[in-house]
């Protein structure tokens, strides 16, 4: 990380955040009040909470910070935006900060919800709408074939409920819901990525 | 004056009529109390109550009344009569409205009637109508001593409100400190960057104006006189001195930085790179526009760090601390705003704003959100030392939200001092310790007063002041200070305070040509009277006077200096042979009351309880009292007193002497938070009964017949158990053995 | 009453608070001309309200007795009372205010004697105990009111009521015919002392102020702990009457927050350092106080006091502001939930009673002023206009030293633009 | 009462066959009865959802949100968008909200619009079902067609996140929104106190931090029970998904005896309009509401 040796308190960190991250311009507005931390509902799985990460931030925590599994614990429940008196879209913040430690690789590895989010964007990607089935299939498998059959298993009696309701179709397998212009789809994203890489100087 | 013609009015209004036989008061008037007139009416305060009252004003030329009706801090407007002596006797709240409404309390509610008004009776008599001081002087220019930002508004502001200044400054040039900053903390919306001092508009202005005459290179080298009359010695530079008479002063001599290098733990003096706030404007001043500079080898500063809190909020002297105890207020803005000038000029300098507790109140968190968006970091963390390394400087600090210890590497320290006072001598250290100091105090107004040469200092050094609702009274009439002399303060601030000081001082010259007092009794025409041929020089009333208004001529005779009198009484109080009076309060108003009560012999079983009560606080709460009927003994008779520091013990002697059985005296509170409005009444009152208990011994009483207590004006519920409970004690100890020999 | 009681060289001072009582003192103490308008039936303000001061602990009604003291022996000070400010026209030294009168029911000849009060039996909610408990519609405002007048309650004026307190009023100072009147006065320049008011705590939702009854405010807890208050001066929970030993107090209730008031309003931190020791002294060593904070703001000598009561150890600070509050439905106690941020611990902490420390809102918000009037970003006075000046707490959020000082000063301002008048008229 | 109409966006979950569709279902009913007509967006694509962001970052997802915009602009010009699930209305919103206060941001995403040779212009707002419930039509007009009311039928109106922060409904509040209960009580329902209105179910961690969410949901259905619910109502697909859905595995996982029907505010509407359980989705139920389907059979 030499490129990204940063002194401590000195502000390198805070900004490569304010270019890089999503909102990260917002860091700085923090007064450590704490409210954010106090407000989210899987406080106690945050490791470090919002406020604090704010503060790692500007002491030029960059390791400590992007591979911590804190922001991954977001519900994007939006308490801590609410009631944050400085309206910091903390929310934001933690996805923000979340998606350039994973473009950056240093997100902790197997991160379940980071595995998570990947599955699904890649799934809804594909044809521009989510398929639930084999989203769902995908993350039973996703921890190896074995653990993915007892997941599947463990699940059976919720999925074959679902299928009575009518709530999961197991013909979506074989294809199911998408857009019809899914080249144009794919097309935009792709270019949104190659505007977004380039201005976060992110590798491809 | 005209011949004393004297009248009694008996109200049975509000009930009063109901409970106590008012023809029966009007008889005890018009026998005992020798009244001339006296009559009864079902409603005094309405029209024709108040309209009979001035009829006997003018066709009767009566001149001195008593009104046996509410109390007296009830109906004010209905009974004013301007140039008649008038006295009243607290029927309503406290009799009738004091007393359990039963047959069997009938009796002695009708006695406590009676008493009030023989009491009213004899006080009324011995009142004159205060004509005011003869000795007024009505010099309305007034001098200001100090020339920064706090004593050019004071100039400045009283100047245009027409008065004549005078402003003594003792540097070449007017502006003070603030001529040193680059900018200052903005005092308007949006509050968001730092804006033009205007000190040199402001000097100009001073300068300029046809009403300011201004002294540079100059000090007080001698004040003397008193409101309306002040006469100031300035020594200039030069050697010669002029004399300036004035009516009134403002003290605006600012503040000192708090000595940096009592921090060498901070790093001040161990590396050029450690600067104070002061110390840092120079810098950005020098820097003149192009990037500031690093002192040790004029590299360009890439990276700044505000220490908060330097030598400040540390712990008290008295337990071990060794910096200033308190905190300066705008240290925390004057840092955001230093911080500005760095992120303004090149947003890449990283700036860190270390505290404990931010302290932006009001708008100023606008600032610091602004401070914030500039892109100032700001971390709560304590500092624990400074080192040098290199042209950098290190801060080992422990980051209290991550709470680890930490380091931080910076080109530039800036220390966040305190502000000291340049309040002059602390008159209260006597004078052989200032012998042991190696640095002498240096007095600033060098007062020619018997108590000391500069104003009395309240708390941390700064100048004397009640702080919470009368934030301009000092223990030195017509002399205010303003500014951070009184307490630390900003520039928008100071600019206010200044502005009230000067208020205050025009306030003063007004009242002291028309002969009247000051703030609390600010309009009491009365004033101190001293016979001087039965004085004994015993110099009590000048030492013990809370304001300093009596000196000592040559003759060690006590010399008034009425326009300085704040009319509290305290020199009455001391007197011991009871030469000092006031006209319509004295040793004789009270001390006839006392004498006048009807005195139930020993085997009656009704006790008398004398209760001298601060007019200002525990009257009202006696008064409040009897608007919530809470009813207390009807064995006692109260006697409302300027203040407990005007009671002379004279009367406590003769109340005893008198067959009186017991005596309460009610004040305020005393010490470090006193709540006695002339500041120094209670605790003399105190200070002298201490010394009670022998004079009781030596007449063979029990020391219980004379107790003290402070009593607040919320005291509502007490008041009443405490007078309960006193005469409870007296039935316990018994009947005084005194009485039938008066 | 007509205009002629008031001349170019009359100052107006709106407000009958601690500053504007004081502004008009100053001022008439100096010789001027003043009429002190005040919308309620006594002055005397928030400050009235106050059980006692920081850091003191002093009662505020000692100063105000001296105020009213000083007002009584002033003939230059015209009080008005139930007069608010309608409308003012004009330029610097030749004002024309238009005042409203509301109608007292009760005329100059009230004694104070409380016989109205007795003859009604309609009780309403008492504003000097914001609510708290209820007096009789027939009521003094409290027990220092000036003027000493009782004031009828316009709900029972038109019923049995009204006309029982008028049979009792043996002194006729009883007008049930009173109406609003309008009156219009010459003024040279005017002082705004408006004032301000706490800021409407049911809108910080997450405390549940609207939902809690545990939950209260700091300008009720003063009230509570008064011995003249609702309470008696006893400390109880409004729930159920518990003792509240353990008592909870929210800094930056509003205060310091974009979502409600954007300014720190100064005087919360040293007002709750100060209810602190009501509990205290309510319950000695048994005493449990909690101060969540995000910073002390104890400046100047309020430092000392700040030290003492840290040195308390019935007071413990937590750096923290509290993310929500909820009222256990079993026990009645409010839980407080947050984390404290120095070094990170999560709380979720029970106490008998949560008391938010409200921040200051100007009163003038919402109000149509003159034009020439601007208000700052919080809605404080940033600058009056000519002839005109803000006073106290009008003008930011003051404690009353400062507010004292900031009046003092107005009215010298006020006196400037007379007396230059005054010159010019003589020239 | 005048016809109303909408550019409808119903989202993934409430595509036929998938986990809200029985929403869907109950939406279209409710709509008829209301006589508002919802015309669904062509080729409407997802929203990306509160879970996109990690790999999808911040560009893409707004693209992805824009071209929902810009297709309803093209092909359903001058109607308001109208979204039943919470994070479609959210993301859209967040999105309307980002372009129209960034030119940067606007600049970038209609470059990649471009690639889809769509535009977003901006001109479209975008509403919640319930928005145009209570705001269009109002709480009266939604009390006229109550055919059978839901007399006796205790529910707890459970708000969750998405419909009500950061943005919510106008005129509610963060921490104590009452509108769903003022839905049930205008289909003549009883609403109960219920604590846990505005808690998160653990949203879309319930796949990856399942023990996290799932103790989420157990307070949920818990306090449902604790303040005497018989049924939890949502506005939100996942809400209702999660906290029904999980019920057997909290019961098996911790031996509780969760049976609590979890339904959306549409199909209480429906049965109270006097549809029939088919129509109001409640075929759709892993856990029967047999009250409703009883009143609904009356």
Known sequence: MSEHAVAPYRNDFLREVEKNVEEGHWVKMCMQCGVCAGSCPLGNAWAHPPQEIFMMIRAGKREEVLTSDSMWMCTSCYNCIVRCPRQLPITHIMHGLANYAHRLGLAPKGQPTQATATLFWNNLIKKGRVNELTFSLALYFKDGFVQGIKNALGMQSIGLGLMKAKRLNPMEILGGHGVKDQSGLQAMIAKAREIEDRKKGFSK | MAEMKTAAYICSGCGIGERVSTAQMAKVAQKEGKMALVREHACLCDE????????????????????????????????????????????????????????????????????????????????????????????????????????????????????????????????????????????????????????????????????????????????????????????????????????????????????????????????????????????????????????????????????????????????????????????????????????????????????????????????????????????????????????????NFKDLILNEDATIEADLVVLATGMVANSGMNIDIPEEEVAKMEVKPVSILNL?????????????????????????????????????????MDMTQAIEDATGAAMKAIQAVENASLGRAAHPRAGDLSYPIVRLEGCTQCKRCTVECPFGAIDEDEKRFPVFNESRCRRCGTCMGACPVRVISFENYSVDTVGMQIKSVDMPDEFSEKPRILILACENDAYPALDMAGMQRRSYSAFVRIVPVRCLGSVNTIWITDALNGGWDGVMMMGCKKGDDYQCHFVKGSEMASYRMSKVDDTLKQMGLETERVASYEVAITDIERVPQLIDEYAAKIKEIGMSPMKGFA | MSASIATSQTILVVGGGISGMTAALEAAECGKQVILAEKLPTLGGRTAQLYRYFPKMCHPTCGLEINLRRLKGNRNVRVLTMAEVSAISGTRGDYTATLKIAPRYVNEKCTGCGDCSKAVSAEIPNPYNYGLDKMKAAYLPHGMAYPQRYVLDPAIVGTPDGEAAKAACKVGAIDLGMREETIELKVGAVVWATGWKPYDAAKIQPYGYDRFANVITSVE????????????????????????KNVAFIQCAGSRDENHLRHCSRICCMASLKQTQYVREAWGDDAKSTIYYIDIRAIDRFEDFYRMVQRDATVSFIKSKVAKIVQDEKTGDVVLHGVNTEGYQRYATPHDLAVLAVGMEPSIKGVKLPDDIVLDSSGFIETAGDGMFSAGCATNALDVNRAVQNATAASLRAIQVINKTANVEAA | ?????????????????????????????????????????????????????????????????????????????????????????????????????????????????????????????????????????????????????????????????????????????????????????????????????VACCGGALAFSEPEKSQKQIRDIVESAYDHGAEMIVTPCPLCQANVEIYQSEINKKQGTKFSMPVLYYSQLMTIAYGGSAKEAGLDGQLIRATKLEEIAKK
């Open chain 3, 221 to 244: 807890f003063e009230r509570m702990c008064d011995p003249h208050g609702p309470t008696g001066g006893k400390i109880l929970r409004p729930s159920d009457g518990k003792e509240a």
């Open chain 4, 1 to 197: 009462m005048a016809k109303k109409e909408y550019a409808f966006y119903p989202g993934c979950s409430s595509q036929k066959g998938a986990s809200a569709s029985n929403y869907l279902t109950s939406v279209n009913a409710m709509c008829d009865k209301l006589d508002v007509t919802i015309t669904e967006i062509p080729d409407w694509n997802c929203c990306g959802a509160s879970i996109g962001y990690a790999e999808g970052g911040e560009l893409p997802r707004l693209a992805l949100s824009a071209r929902n915009f810009a297709l309803a602009e093209t092909h359903l010009p001058g109607k308001q968008m109208v979204a039943t699930c919470a994070a479609c209305w959210l993301a859209q919103r967040e999105v309307k909200e980002r372009l129209d206060h960034s030119e940067v941001l606007l600049k970038e995403t209609n470059e990649a619009l471009a690639a889809a040779g769509l535009q977003y212009q901006g001109t479209t707002p975008i509403r919640h079902m319930v928005e145009v419930l209570i705001e269009d039509l109002g709480y009266d007009a939604l009390k006229q067609p109550v055919v059978k009311p839901l007399e006796g039928i205790k529910f707890a109106g459970y708000v969750g996140c998405q419909t009500n922060r950061p943005f919510g409904i106008a005129g509610e509040s963060f921490e104590n929104p009452v509108y769903l209960d003022k839905l049930v009580e205008t289909v003549g329902g009883e609403a109960v106190p219920y604590d846990q209105k």
């Open chain 2, 448 to 488: 020619n007063y018997r108590q000391g040469k500069d104003m009395p200092q309240l708390k941390n050094g700064f100048a004397d002041s009640h702080f919470i609702c009368f934030p301009y009274e000092t223990r030195r009439t017509g002399i205010y200070a303003a500014g951070p002399v009184r307490r630390p």
């Open chain 2, 48 to 395: 024709s109550g108040v309209q009979a009252i001035r009829d006997d004003i003018e066709k009767e030329a009566v001149t001195h009344i008593v009104i046996a009706a509410c109390s007296r801090r009830a109906k004010t407007e209905a009974f004013n009569f301007p140039g008649i002596a008038m006295s009243r006797a607290n029927i309503r709240e406290g009799v009738i409205w004091s007393q359990p409404d039963d047959a069997d309390r009938a009796e002695t509610t009708q006695e406590m009637a009676d008493d009030y008004v023989r009491m009213g009776c004899a006080e009324v008599k011995k009142m004159k109508v205060p004509e005011g001081n003869p000795n007024r002087a009505s010099n309305k220019r007034i001098l200001v001593v100090g020339g920064g930002v706090s004593g050019m508004t004071a100039a400045l502001e009283m100047a245009d409100a027409g008065y004549d200044t005078v402003l003594v400054e003792k540097s070449a040039a007017l502006g003070g400190w603030s001529a040193q900053l680059v900018k200052r903390v903005p005092s308007k919306q949006p509050y968001a960057d730092p804006a033009d001092t205007g000190i040199a508009e402001l000097a100009a202005k001073v300068s300029g104006h046809k009403h300011i005459k201004v002294y540079l290179n100059a000090v007080i080298a001698q004040t003397n006189g008193a409101p309306g009359r002040f006469s100031v010695d300035i020594a200039q530079e030069s050697g010669a001195t002029v004399t300036e008479e004035v009516g009134a002063l403002i003290q605006a001599t600012g503040f000192t930085p708090y000595d940096m290098m009592q921090l060498p733990e901070l790093g001040a003096g161990k590396s050029p790179n450690v600067v104070d706030q002061l110390g840092l404007e120079k810098l950005v001043k020098a820097a003149n526009g192009s990037p500031v500079k690093r002192p040790s080898d004029d590299g360009e500063v890439k990276s700044v760090v505000f220490i908060q809190c330097a030598g400040q909020r540390d712990e008290a002297m008295e337990s071990g601390g060794r910096h200033l105890p308190y905190c300066s207020g705008h240290c925390c803005a004057t840092s955001i705003k230093q911080a500005m000038y760095f992120k303004d000029a090149n947003p890449d300098i990283d700036t860190m704003v270390m505290y404990t507790d931010l302290r932006v109140p009001g708008t100023g968190e606008d600032f610091y959100r602004s401070g914030q968006q500039k892109g100032v970091i700001f971390t709560k963390g304590k500092t624990a030392s400074v080192e040098a390394s290199g042209n950098a400087c290190k801060v």
